[in-house]
């Protein structure tokens, strides 16, 4: 089975990677996943925030004129470059970055990099922008070139309906189950998300699952109610499982975010390939490499 991972943030890998060599960062991954058996892990690059409300250290990058932030990619182009039958990474571009259509239309001719992805920081008026249809442009340009998005809205999954109807060429990934630790009720919040299972261009990462979900310890058998409904909303192909492990791993390990769904009896094998590995490759437009390193 080709297992892939559809988010992690892999700079951010190990308890001191600020200080690092990236490289390396990159060779302690590649023994990690042959461990545990993962394929090809999806990179998104994230420094973490040093203030929210300007976007600072978000991303590696810099300003523009205009407040944009023009994001660059360095760890994951390295790791791409070391190994490419082992990474991709997650794009980011700016909603008012003046370049935006032709920033756009250059993603997928990177070496690696196969999608993008929108967090909206209230704290920066970016949730506000989109309300008001400003990552309408954005949108648009994606849908021009396939570039699918990856989206962060936690317990506001409703808000991309708009999006959805007016882009429906557009492939959308909704991020971390759609629901949020914080709102509490998360068994309601969930089958909000469930209902948008009706625009054929949403899927859904099925992340942080045993954190948000599960009153349980490992294998976290509570949440298996969760996937099997989520599976009978949006079918085995249209979610993508990830860990966000350098996040998640607070509460579960690397290994336990996989095991808990690899080893499960209540989902069939067929199931299991697609959300696994197959939804994530065929989604992101991601072929499976076929020289060594893959089963």
């Known amino acids: 089975m080709d297992i892939v991972d559809a988010q992690v943030h892999l700079n951010r890998l190990g308890s001191d990677w600020q200080h690092t060599d990236p490289a390396l960062i990159v060779d302690y991954a590649v023994v990690t996943m042959d461990a545990l058996g993962i394929d090809a892990v999806l990179i998104d690059e994230w420094a973490g925030f040093d203030n929210p409300i300007t976007k600072r250290g978000h991303l590696p990058g810099h300003f523009l004129p205009n407040g944009a932030m023009r994001g660059e990619h360095p760890f994951s182009e390295r790791a791409v470059a070391l190994h490419p039958d082992r990474f991709a990474y997650v794009a980011r571009i700016d909603p008012i970055d003046p370049d935006l259509v032709d920033l756009m239309a250059g993603v997928r001719r990177k070496p690696g990099a196969v999608c993008l992805r929108i967090v909206p920081i209230p704290e920066a008026g970016e949730l506000d922008l989109f309300q008001r249809g400003g990552f309408e442009a954005l949108f648009a340009a994606a849908q021009e070139h396939q570039v699918p ?9 409703q808000m991309l309906v708009p999006y959805l109807e007016k882009f429906p060429h557009l492939q959308v990934i909704l991020d971390h189950c759609g629901i949020s630790r914080e709102e509490g009720n998360q068994a309601a919040q969930l089958e909000r998300v469930f209902a948008l299972a009706k625009y054929p261009n949403l899927a859904l990462k099925w992340c942080h699952a045993p954190s948000h979900l599960s009153t349980a ?60 590995g197959r939804s994530t490759r065929t989604i992101l437009n991601w072929p499976k490499p076929n020289q060594g390193g893959f089963r």
């Open 149 to 157: 998005i990856f989206a962060w809205f936690p317990g506001r999954a």
């Open 217 to 276: 310890d490992y294998p976290f058998s509570d949440v298996m109610l969760h996937l099997r409904r989520a599976i009978e909303a949006f079918g085995p192909k249209r979610i993508l499982w990830a860990s966000d492990h350098t996040q998640s791993k607070s509460h579960h390990t690397w290994a336990q975010a996989l095991y808990y769904m690899l080893d499960s009896n209540q989902l069939t094998d067929d199931e299991k390939e697609w959300v696994l």
